[in-house]
């Protein structure tokens, strides 16, 4: 029987790409396997968004040119942010790749891969390639990640993602409720909506001319400025679900966190109270070289007004450390906001130059040892937050979607999350997986909670103390 492995780099929408390219493989008649040895078909879904992302999937391709060099029938498939951006200059360097595509391209796996194919590579833009329902092999049943939106078009100086992911496209809300409704129908009770900038959800792209029939051109006119519907609008339609418990999403960018996103958060009982807000630096002149386009101020006007809104809102974000032209001056705010935001997570990164963007031209790159003094002190920092934060949950009773056994495996034991999006372990039997418990924190962890279950729940599945 033919069988793959998949190695995903990068972030959910990574992640939730590799879920659909299972599902594409099963669907052919191929097996996963568990070891990486053992597969006919290594997969793997790269990410650009660092150098140390790319370097990692140039060392991990050497290892497969040995285990191909042994085994010579294997074969190896590139895709995700490298695949899309360098193409055929990865198959110069690496001739052994068998085939590779793009991030629009995933449903032309099983053609690439088909005896005798005539193509070998498929990167090309894909017209309506947002609409296309691919069935995922999903890692959880519980928790599901949902695409609502795909692409970016934000041209952050720094950032690959509108390189490798393209302008931003929406899907259509009805396609996105009915994937839910089928989630929730197979056991689905939190889904995790992405996007690159989920705040702009909804604007209708019209087909690009090319694609048109000769005389339909008007329908190019038709749905320009034109929204399916808004993100709080899209919101509420998924809160309306019957059997879904749960909504979170990623990433907000903070220029387009309006007043109405805020309202949803506050009103809606299954949006959790959590949000991923990537402030990157909380400098005015870095933030304008970085084409954020909102200051320091408008971000903690937002999230105070969000903070007001919502009680008990956890709040997560992304640092950027040395971003060209940093100064002392610009990184001791940083610093200070962090001090003052308190975050209950963080991803911080050192600056890196990635190709084709606008940061690359700008003066005053610093020492890679100066980026790594000041990513120390931020992670400092922020492990001293994060762990008062965590300590200062216990003794609470926290509401917990039980999502299966914990991940230690230790028996007898479940693992789930907290609205605010922390992870906890407490004992608990298998049958529990997909209900809301009400547990009682007892310990803090280095990154996670441990408690206990305060009472049964009862049979709607909503546990009462
Ligand atoms: N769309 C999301 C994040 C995408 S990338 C958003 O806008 O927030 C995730 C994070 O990687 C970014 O928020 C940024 O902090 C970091 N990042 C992106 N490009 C980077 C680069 N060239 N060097 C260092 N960090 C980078
Ligand atoms: Fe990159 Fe900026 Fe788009 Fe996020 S919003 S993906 S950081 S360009
Ligand atoms: Fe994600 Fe990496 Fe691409 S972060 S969008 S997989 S460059």
Redesign the pocket.
């Known amino acids: 029987m033919k069988s793959f492995k998949i190695l995903t ?3 959910q ?2 992640e939730h790409d590799s879920e659909k390219l299972a599902g594409l493989l099963k669907a052919e008649g191929y097996r996963e396997s568990e070891r990486l040895e053992d597969a006919g078909l290594v997969l793997l879904n790269t ?3 660092r150098e140390k ?1 790319e370097q990692k999937f140039y060392s991990a391709l050497g290892k497969l040119r040995e285990l191909k060099e042994l085994n010579p029938s294997i074969k190896i498939a590139v895709s ?2 490298i695949a899309q951006q360098e193409g055929n200059a990865v198959l110069r360097r690496a001739p052994y790749v068998d085939v590779l595509f793009g991030n629009q391209n995933i449903g032309n796996l099983p053609a690439l891969l088909k005896e005798g194919a005539d193509m070998r590579v498929s990167t090309e833009f894909a017209e309506g390639y947002e609409h296309a329902v691919i069935p995922a092999s999903r890692e959880s049943v519980v928790t599901s990640f949902v695409n609502i939106m795909y692409g970016c078009d934000n041209f952050c100086s720094y950032c ?2 509108p390189f ?2 393209g302008r931003e496209r929406s899907r259509r809300p009805e396609d996105i409720i009915r994937e839910i409704e089928e989630l929730v129908n197979s056991g689905c009770r939190e889904v995790t909506l992405l996007g ?1 900038n989920v705040n702009s959800y909804g604007i209708i792209t019209p087909p690009s001319p090319s694609y048109l029939k000769r005389g339909t051109e008007g329908a190019l006119l038709k749905n320009i400025g034109e929204r399916y519907c808004d993100f709080p609008e899209l919101l509420r339609m998924i809160n309306a679900i019957d059997g879904l418990l749960r909504i979170r999403f990623v990433t907000s960018h903070p220029k387009d966190l309006s007043d109405s996103l805020i309202d949803a958060m506050a009103t809606l009982p299954k949006v959790c109270n959590a949000i991923h807000l990537p402030l990157q630096s909380a400098s005015d002149s870095v933030l304008a070289r970085m084409n954020r386009k909102y200051t320091f101020a408008d971000y903690m006007n937002k999230l105070g007004a969000l903070r007001d809104a919502v009680p008990d809102l956890a709040v997560s974000t992304d640092i950027i450390a040395g971003f060209p032209g940093e100064t002392e001056d610009d990184f001791q705010a940083t610093l200070l906001a962090l001090e003052n935001i308190r975050c209950d997570g963080i991803f911080a990164f050192k600056y890196s130059r990635r190709p084709n963007t606008a940061a690359l031209k700008l003066s005053g790159h610093l020492p890679e040892s100066a980026k790594d003094e000041r990513l120390y002190k931020i992670l400092e920092l922020q492990d001293r937050i994060m762990q008062e934060k965590i300590n200062a949950r216990v003794g609470m009773v926290e509401e917990v979607l039980a999502e299966g056994p914990d991940k230690s495996g230790e028996p007898g034991r479940l693992a789930g999350k907290t609205r605010q999006g922390k992870i906890v372990n407490f004992e608990g039997k298998p049958e529990l997986v997909g209900q809301l418990m009400q547990v009682k924190i007892i310990e803090g962890k280095k990154h996670s909670l441990i408690g206990e279950l305060t009472c049964r729940p009862d049979r709607s599945g909503v546990t009462h103390i």
């Open positions: 780099f990068g972030c929408m990574n990410c650009s968004i992302a995700g942010c690959v993602v490798t992911r690159q």
